[in-house]
């Protein structure tokens, strides 16, 4: 994997100091993405400079923004997490917040598990499901590429908690998607990103359940 040094120089450009602990645990998990990906195809990526820019660095580029939307306890979904981003970083990032990634297929959310077994993460875990026969309350609910706006907000709505927020990270501005979302639905934020080593757009789309 990608050398330390690396790691803790583009979370820095993010504004993030990452501890030794937190250094080793994203080290491993970008390892573990490797070795995994021989034998499931958990992610297209192959190499490590690619899984540290496109996953790791990525996925810590919302962990600022996070901080300050929702700076307490919580329970977050990660819908269609795959190999488990962002929903694993923001576990080793935040001992406060309780990750649970979920994804309809099932060796994805076994590895998640594995994942959280190999780290001692006792707040993280892989769910086997569909987002849309899923049960429960959660105060974050985020997505990486996952569906469409409509579609994201439209299928975990029923899971979202009380004041909660979504977190969608996306590519360049979803103009065309944000046009369309329902009207029960404010989107009150859409948050660019710059994400070290990634030639990219990306963006954060903040929402929340309209005010009835």
Same mark, same amino acid.
């Given at each position: 994997m990608s050398s330390d040094r690396e790691l803790r120089e583009g979370a820095a450009t993010l504004g993030l100091c990452l501890d030794?602990?937190?250094?080793?645990?994203?080290l491993a998990y970008g390892e573990l993405i490797l070795k995994?990906?021989?034998?499931? $195809? +958990?992610?297209? =990526?192959?190499?490590?400079?690619?899984? %540290? !820019?496109?996953?790791?660095?990525?996925?810590? @580029?919302?962990?600022?923004?996070?901080?300050r939307e929702w700076p307490g306890r919580a329970a977050l979904l990660d819908v269609g997490a795959g190999a488990g981003l962002p929903g694993v970083v923001i576990a080793i990032l935040r001992n406060d917040i309780t990750a649970t990634c979920l994804d309809a297929v099932a060796k994805k959310a076994?590895?998640?598990?594995?994942?959280?077994?190999?780290?001692?993460?006792? $707040? +993280?875990?892989? =769910?086997?499901?569909?987002?849309?026969? %899923? !049960?429960g309350s959660y105060e974050l609910i985020? @997505?990486?590429?996952?569906?469409?706006?409509?579609?994201?907000?439209?299928?975990?709505?029923?899971l979202l908690a009380p004041g909660g927020r979504w977190l969608a990270m996306k590519?360049?501005?979803?103009?065309?998607?944000?046009?369309?979302?329902?009207?029960?639905?404010?989107?009150f934020h859409v948050e660019q990103l710059g994400v070290p080593g990634l030639e990219a757009d990306r963006c954060i789309v903040w929402a929340r359940k309209q005010a009835a």
């Open positions: 030794d602990r937190q250094c080793e645990r994203l995994w990906n021989k034998v499931y $195809n +958990l992610t297209a =990526l192959r190499d490590p400079a690619s899984v %540290l !820019t496109h996953h790791l660095l990525d996925s810590l @580029s919302v962990i600022v923004p996070l901080a076994a590895f998640v598990q594995q994942v959280a077994a190999e780290l001692g993460l006792p $707040n +993280l875990r892989g =769910l086997h499901a569909r987002v849309e026969s %899923l !049960t985020s @997505s990486r590429a996952f569906a469409s706006l409509p579609d994201f907000f439209a299928g975990s709505k029923h590519g360049k501005m979803p103009s065309d998607e944000l046009s369309q979302v329902a009207a029960d639905i404010e989107v």
